[in-house]
Nanobody, 124 residues
Framework: QVQLVESGGGLVQAGGSLRLSCVASGLPFSRYYMGWFRQAPGKEREFVASIRSSGGSTYYTDSVKGRFTIARDNAKNTVYLQMESLKPEDTAVYYC?????????????????WGQGTQVTVSS
């Protein structure tokens, strides 16, 4: 049974930082492309960042470039999202997602597995 479990969310003031983690089980993690998405209240789920199975290439949506960093530790079956200089508009539920082999980058519908999400709230 595949599981993706996010953690690290919380309440932070604008300008602060958080590090999200997503631990995967039940799949050969080192062969999976991983992504982070977010969904704010009343809005559609949107792409945040993604990373190749080897960790060699990363992708970001424009609004987080220079502030967020995606990384992975294949030995720990974990993908991270380091978030700096947080803004109120970053407030959302953050989800990690996994895909085998297709490298969907930002296309949510192509990811095979999803976590339950972790809430990030940035106060002004």
């Amino acid at each position: 049974q595949v599981q993706l479990v996010e953690s690290g969310g919380g309440l932070v003031q604008a300008g602060g930082s958080l590090r999200l983690s997503c631990v995967a089980s039940g799949l050969p993690f080192s062969r999976y492309y991983m992504g982070w998405f977010r969904q704010a209240p009343g809005k559609e789920r949107e792409f945040v960042a993604s990373i190749r199975s080897s960790g060699g290439s990363t992708y970001y949506t424009d609004s987080v470039k220079g502030r967020f960093t995606i990384a992975r530790d294949n030995a720990k079956n974990t993908v991270y999202l380091q978030m700096e200089s947080l803004k109120p508009e970053d407030t959302a539920v953050y989800y990690c997602a996994a895909d085998f082999a297709r490298e969907p980058i930002s296309i949510a519908s192509l990811y095979d597995y999803w976590g339950q999400g972790t809430q990030v709230t940035v106060s002004s």
